[in-house]
Nanobody, 124 residues
């Protein structure tokens, strides 16, 4: 299984970015999927997740109402639309693939495969 993130970059506060996570070796529509992030000197933290059937989503309180997780089954790709970005959103963002036919989980132990990460920097 390989997960490849893209779409990170430098953006001003209040701006938007869309991250992509292209998967191979696994059909993401059959697995829970999630996004996590890690800032320098901090633990990796949960951002958003989607259940295997796409009907259930989960968000960290810090991003609720600003970020939206979605996926395109035909492209086997997951997305994270990030709006109203804040400097505190600056981090390396990782996508992760979880368990077969499971609801979304907000803990790292719920995920088996991880991407290499993409840097998001929000300037004030």
């Amino acid at each position: 299984v390989q997960l490849v993130e893209s779409g990170g970059g430098l953006v001003q506060a209040g701006g938007s970015l869309r991250l992509s996570c292209a998967a191979s070796g696994r059909t993401i529509s059959m697995y829970s999927m999630g996004w996590f992030r890690q800032s320098p000197g901090k633990e990796r933290e949960f951002v958003a997740a989607m259940g295997w059937n796409g009907g259930v989503t989960l968000y960290a309180d810090s991003v609720k109402g600003r970020f939206t997780i979605s996926r395109d089954n035909a492209k086997n790709t997951m997305y994270l639309q990030m709006n109203s970005l804040k400097p505190e959103d600056t981090a390396v963002y990782y996508c992760a693939s979880g368990r077969y036919r499971r609801n979304p989980e907000g803990v790292q132990s719920g995920y088996d495969y991880w991407g290499q990460g993409t840097q998001v920097t929000v300037s004030s």
